[in-house]
């Protein structure tokens, strides 16, 4: 495989335009909810979507293991392996999916307990979280498939994937929520219909990539392959942990915004939709990175590492220049986009020099979280996540606790998102040592 510039950008370009749907429906749902007569609703979004982030992004190993897996053995020409490594993390996801579903009364009687969300907020929030588990089993089967094709380099499924899950949420959640004037029962609902949609979706896109291959000559029984489990369990470990702890820092934000007030909660929610929609912009370059490093270790091609790494930084590093310069530009319509509520707003405006430094700040950390998973480097990143994490409880709970405010809250999130990129480059030369001379 040779990588350049423009391999690069073939990879990317249709990331970029699937990471943007993404943020889409967090986008729309707060808007929805912003506009409505109290913050309340907003509030209990905020306390729903991290929650859902939790299990979302504390399974995402799934996507992050199967994408690394199914690159190196790309790389090696071993299609059949390539098969079977979608098969596996496809029966954890269906059990651990339904197992989820069947246990969303204990999932939301700690959720509480560890959140402690206003009394006001619970009759909403438990609205919206029932309704949205219905879809639970089939989102997580979609981050498997979602896995495959970056491992496979077949951004334009993964476009096509996540452009229809994200659109349908946003068309659905409008349509019932607005329309038909469901409120927060619409926008879950809306969710739900769009990861059915979705999953049957990577189903008909899955077989047509397979459908020119020999099935038969598959030896099936190598599904239950133990060490095939392993080898995806050793690295997803890892990530779980990494994972959790990042979805943890910014259910820590919540919390605390939630204790500061309602309105200062909300205000945090705006301000993470708006970081997704940069974070998953910048995604794109991550991603193009995880797939080109995997296939260049799995071909034993050390040169065309630094490639991988060179190209997609210089891409990565442009558009998040670019992303704070339309931040800066557009700020009173990005805010009155959001909500019309004057305190939300205010609050919002407060914090947007720090705001349009966000993508700059953050780039670093992605772009390496691409290369080690391409990498399977799980290890490194789980490290990286503990220190980082843990400098970041320490600065709120022992130097801020008594000034705590919005401002401090998310500086000491910029500042985790340093870390997050200082640790990681310090673990950098492993990448290179992975092919021997």
């Given at each position: 495989?040779?990588?350049?510039r423009?391999k690069?950008w073939?990879?990317s370009?249709?990331l970029?335009?699937a990471?943007?749907?993404i943020p889409l ?10 506009h409505m007569?109290?913050s309340l ?10 929650v859902f982030?939790f299990?979302?992004a504390?399974?995402?190993?799934l996507r992050?293991g199967?994408?690394g897996?199914?690159?190196?053995k ?7 392996e ?5 098969l596996?993390?496809t029966l954890?996801a269906?059990?651990v999916g339904?197992?989820l ?5 204990y ?6 307990y560890?959140l ?7 009759g909403l929030y ?10 639970l089993?089939?989102?997580l089967?979609?981050?498997v ?5 970056f491992g ?5 499924s993964?476009?096509?994937?996540l452009?229809?899950i ?7 959640s409008l ?5 038909l004037?469901?409120g ?16 049957l979706?990577?189903?008909?896109i899955f ?7 020999n ?5 099936l ?5 133990l ?19 990042l979805v943890?820092?910014q ?14 909660l909300?205000t945090?929610?705006?301000?993470i939709?708006?970081f ?7 995604d794109a370059?991550?991603?193009?990175a995880?797939?080109t490093?995997?296939?260049?270790i799995g071909?034993?091609?050390k040169?065309n590492?630094y490639?991988s ?9 442009s558009?998040?220049v670019?992303i704070g ?7 009173y ?6 909500t ?6 205010n609050l919002?405006i407060d ?5 349009i430094?966000t993508p700059f700040?953050s ?5 390496l979280d691409?290369?080690?998973i391409?990498a ?8 990286s996540?503990i ?7 320490l600065?709120?709970?022992?130097i801020?606790?008594?000034?705590l405010?919005l401002k401090?809250?998310?500086s000491?999130?910029l500042?985790?998102?340093i870390?997050r990129?200082?640790f ?7 990448v290179?040592k992975l092919?021997?001379n």
């Amino acid at each position: 495989m040779f990588i350049n510039r423009k391999k690069v950008w073939s990879l990317s370009w249709p990331l970029i335009i699937a990471n943007f749907t993404i943020p889409l429906v967090g986008l729309t749902d707060t808007i929805i909810m912003g506009h409505m007569p109290d913050s309340l609703y907003l509030a209990a979004i905020a306390i729903g979507g991290i929650v859902f982030n939790f299990m979302y992004a504390g399974l995402n190993f799934l996507r992050m293991g199967t994408t690394g897996i199914v690159a190196q053995k790309f790389g090696e020409n071993n299609f059949e392996e390539v098969f079977f490594s979608l098969l596996r993390p496809t029966l954890i996801a269906v059990s651990v999916g339904f197992i989820l579903y069947l246990n969303r009364k204990y999932i939301y009687d700690l959720s509480v307990y560890f959140l402690t969300p206003d009394q006001q907020l619970l009759g909403l929030y438990k609205e919206y979280l029932f309704i949205r588990m219905i879809g639970l089993p089939a989102g997580l089967l979609n981050i498997v498939f979602l896995g495959w094709f970056f491992g496979m380099q077949k951004t334009k499924s993964v476009m096509l994937q996540l452009v229809i899950i994200n659109l349908m949420n946003v068309i659905a959640s409008l349509y019932l929520a607005v329309y038909l004037e469901y409120g927060i029962f619409g926008v879950a609902l809306g969710s739900v219909l769009a990861q059915i949609s979705g999953l049957l979706l990577s189903i008909i896109i899955f077989l047509n990539h397979f459908k020119t291959l020999n099935f038969s000559s598959f030896d099936l029984k190598k599904i239950i392959n133990l060490n095939g489990f392993l080898n995806l369990f050793s690295i997803s470990k890892n990530l779980f942990v990494r994972t959790m702890l990042l979805v943890s820092v910014q259910a820590y934000l919540i919390k605390k915004s939630g204790l500061i007030g309602v309105d200062q909660l909300a205000t945090m929610e705006i301000l993470i939709v708006i970081f997704g929609l940069s974070s998953y912009t910048l995604d794109a370059f991550a991603h193009a990175a995880e797939s080109t490093v995997g296939v260049s270790i799995g071909s034993k091609n050390k040169k065309n590492i630094y490639k991988s790494i060179k190209n997609t930084t210089e891409f990565a590093l442009s558009f998040s220049v670019l992303i704070g310069i339309v931040l800066y530009i557009t700020d009173y319509y990005i805010i009155n986009l959001f909500t019309n509520i004057p305190v939300l707003q205010n609050l919002t405006i407060d914090l947007w020099t720090l705001v349009i430094i966000t993508p700059f700040i953050s780039m670093l950390a992605f772009q390496l979280d691409g290369i080690f998973i391409g990498a399977t480097l799980a290890k490194e990143m789980r490290n990286s996540m503990i220190l980082s994490s843990l400098i970041f409880y320490l600065i709120i709970e022992f130097i801020i606790q008594d000034t705590l405010n919005l401002k401090n809250l998310y500086s000491c999130f910029l500042l985790f998102l340093i870390l997050r990129g200082v640790f990681l480059t310090f673990y950098l030369p492993r990448v290179f040592k992975l092919i021997k001379n």
